[in-house]
């Protein structure tokens, strides 16, 4: 479960939010995000940040954004996301 749960936090590809944000707008104000765990996360922008749902219907917002690693990018939320 734990894996499950971790691997749902992870999207393939180096999103930064500036490509989230371009996603959003292409989706009309919402984008699909595939997750690595086979799950979906939805991105939103509120009041100029950019807001994941889970698909529980949990919320979570990116509060420290574009963490580049040489593996990806880290976007830091502040709370836990789960899957269905």
Same mark, same amino acid.
């Given at each position: 479960? *734990?894996? #499950?749960?971790?691997? &749902?936090? $992870? $999207?393939?590809?180096? *999103?930064?939010?500036?490509?989230? /944000?371009?996603?959003? #707008?292409?989706?009309?104000? /919402?984008?699909? *995000? ?6 979906? *996360? ?10 994941? #749902?889970?698909? /529980? ?8 954004? %574009? $963490? &580049?690693?040489? %593996?990806?990018?880290?976007? $830091? ?6 899957? %269905?």
């Amino acid at each position: 479960m *734990l894996t #499950k749960i971790l691997t &749902y936090h $992870v $999207v393939s590809g180096r *999103l930064s939010t500036h490509d989230i /944000k371009k996603l959003i #707008k292409a989706g009309h104000g /919402k984008a699909e *995000l595939k997750t690595v765990a086979g799950g979906t *996360l939805w991105a939103m922008e509120e009041g100029g940040h950019i807001v994941l #749902k889970d698909e /529980k219907g949990g919320t979570a917002t990116i509060t420290i954004p %574009n $963490v &580049y690693q040489s %593996n990806g990018v880290i976007q $830091v939320i502040d709370s836990v996301l789960l899957p %269905n």
